[in-house]
């Protein structure tokens, strides 16, 4: 492709008065070296995003700066053994958004070895509409069971239900034939969480609720949590004998406070999730789940919005607020 190629891409400055962005028009020569170029025809929108459109969120180092940590699209250039003009890809984490340019622009120069190839069964709308957070809630459901969880085991309990993690953890959950609890701030969006296959909705302060000692009552048999911060010290202690909180967030802050006894006492699991970088092969097996029986259909049909570049500034804003429902995907 000519290196004088334009396209529009959403750029954050920096000046005096702070961090901005807005739509751009860019060459292919500003984008940073890769030995694949892909034509970007959506990427999602991720709390990740909106922490990197402020500088209090210590994501971008250097500026300008295209942000977007997800992207699906079609290959234009390839010097990579494993693709070609014309296959269909996705790439979720690594350093793509965060030290290197992004998935919202309508070009993005990339590592090959960072793609997956775009699985049957998934267009890049679906791909972007689960992107890193559906890739997360799957990655979690999967290191759940994999540590134990079975259906006749009781309910599971979702945190930060009507986010993206969470949504998606409903959905894919009940498609398993698991009972999901899901926890939220939202109140008004019980119905949904309801359409989305939770069996039950609760605030998230009464999925907090806890005794005063060592340990509570036990309450679920494992816990999807993509939120973090105080409430988690409350749900270890709630969680069946045996169980496990699979943790992949912090919306609701880094740090809480526990003991050891819920781990002593009750031997549950505490299990960190990480996609930015997840192994390859696992990435693509997880992403051939999603494709496939692990496809959250109830949240494609009833949780995801599309937007353009220009309305990227009140998207990531209202995820900065915890004002997000569902699933937010940028066309390009």
């Not at 892909?38 to 922490?51: A, I, M």
């Not at 494609?300 to 607020?321: A, F, M, R, S, W």
Request: aromatic letters at 8%; a negative charge; charged letters at 20%.
């Amino acid at each position: 492709m000519d290196n004088e190629t334009e396209f529009q891409a959403y750029v954050l400055r920096q000046d005096e008065q702070g961090v901005r962005g807005s739509v751009e028009n860019m060459s292919l020569k500003q984008l940073p070296e890769g030995d694949v170029i892909v034509r970007v025809l959506y990427s999602g929108v991720n709390y990740k995003d909106g922490l990197a459109s402020i500088p209090e969120g210590k994501i971008v180092r250097r500026y300008p700066f295209i942000p977007g940590i997800d992207l699906a699209g079609t290959v234009v250039h390839s010097a990579h053994a494993d693709y070609k003009e014309g296959d269909g890809v996705l790439c979720t984490g690594y350093e793509l958004g965060v030290s290197h340019e992004g998935g919202f622009s309508q070009y993005a120069r990339v590592k090959g070895e960072w793609l997956v190839p775009l699985p049957q069964g998934l267009s890049p709308r679906d791909a972007m509409a689960i992107g890193t957070a559906g890739f997360t809630a799957a990655l979690s459901i999967e290191a759940l069971i994999r540590n134990g969880l079975r259906q006749e085991q009781g309910a599971v309990l979702v945190t930060g239900a009507t986010g993206g993690v969470g949504s998606f953890a409903v959905s894919i959950l009940s498609q398993l034939g698991y009972s999901v609890t899901a926890s939220t701030g939202k109140s008004s969006q019980r119905d949904w969480l309801l359409k989305l296959g939770a069996h039950e909705v609760i605030s998230r302060e009464e999925a907090a609720a806890s005794s005063k000692g060592a340990i509570s009552a036990e309450r679920w048999a494992a816990v999807v949590d993509p939120v973090g911060g105080n409430q988690l010290g409350s749900l270890l202690k709630g969680v069946k004998y045996g169980g496990s909180v699979a943790v992949s967030g912090m919306t609701g802050g880094g740090a809480f406070d526990s003991t050891v006894f819920p781990f002593i006492l009750r031997g549950i699991n505490l299990l960190g999730i990480d996609s930015v970088y997840c192994p390859m092969a696992y990435r693509r097996s997880v992403w051939s789940k999603l494709a496939d029986e692990w496809k959250p259909a109830s949240v494609l049909q009833e949780g995801i919005t599309e937007y353009g570049l220009h309305d990227l500034p009140e998207v990531l804003n209202t995820i900065l607020q915890g004002g997000a429902v569902g699933r937010s995907v940028i066309a390009l």
